[in-house]
């Protein structure tokens, strides 16, 4: 019973183009978040939820929108794909007690041609 | 200077060995500090986190953070080719964030 699953595993997209990733936590946390990690393998965060409210946005550019409709889920919507946006995207969750311990899915491999 | 830094390795050792881990930090507010294992094709999982200065223990791994020095340190004892990974240091610096190095490629050879 994975604890944060994300989907897709894997996605190839063109250049222009709009896409999605969901992800969804069954272990009760209440912050979420998005994290990118680059092809040397730097894990930067993006977007941090806590019960469904925006508290961190990491200078991402607006084409990035998350929507966290309920604590157990946080999708990431991509608009106008650029080539640099090709990378790991990682889902976490944390308990907010205990931020300390984060949670990770298995990652979504995007990639813009 | 960036908040955290972490040599990318790669690291390679026999099987048997003590490895060696390192990161550096910039703030000295810091407080919480973690250890993250992350295999091929995977997500980062946590190994172990330390609140301020001191040394713990679980199993074959010791984490240690030396604060005067801003440095903080993962020690595997008895390696395994199964501890081949990236190791990524991570720090929370608060507010729901947590900032991570650029992790160390560690290969044990059996």
């Known amino acids: 019973d994975t604890a944060v699953s994300q989907t897709p595993k894997y996605l190839v997209t063109q250049m222009g183009n709009d896409k999605s990733i969901k992800c969804e936590q069954n272990?009760?946390?209440?912050?979420m978040y998005w994290y990118k990690q680059d092809s040397k393998k730097f894990l930067k965060i993006m977007f941090s939820?806590?019960?469904?409210?925006?508290?961190i946005n990491e200078t991402v550019p607006n084409r990035f929108s998350p929507k966290s409709p309920d604590k157990a889920h946080l999708n990431l919507h991509i608009n106008s794909l650029e080539l640099g946006d090709s990378a790991v995207y990682f889902c976490?969750?944390?308990?907010?007690?205990?931020?300390?311990?984060?949670?990770f899915g298995q990652g979504t491999r995007l990639t813009v041609v | 200077q960036k908040e955290v830094e972490q040599d990318p390795g790669p690291l390679s050792v026999p099987e048997g060995a003590i490895v060696s881990l390192n990161c550096t930090y910039s703030n000295s507010a810091f407080q919480y500090f973690m250890w993250y294992r992350q295999y091929s094709r995977k997500g980062p999982e946590l190994l172990m986190y330390?609140?301020?200065?001191g040394n713990k223990e679980d199993g074959r791994f010791t984490a240690q953070v030396d604060k005067s020095s801003k440095y903080i340190s993962l020690f595997i004892r008895d390696s395994q080719p199964s501890d081949s990974a990236t190791y990524l240091c991570?720090?929370?610096?608060?507010?729901?964030?947590?900032?991570f190095g650029a992790g160390t490629r560690l290969f044990v050879k059996a």
């Open positions: 991570a720090i929370y610096t608060g507010g729901f964030k947590t900032i």
């Open positions: 976490a969750s944390s308990q907010e007690y205990l931020n300390t311990e984060a949670f």
């Open positions: 939820y806590n019960n469904k409210e925006l508290i």
């Open positions: 272990l009760g946390h209440d912050t």
């Open positions: 330390t609140y301020s200065s």
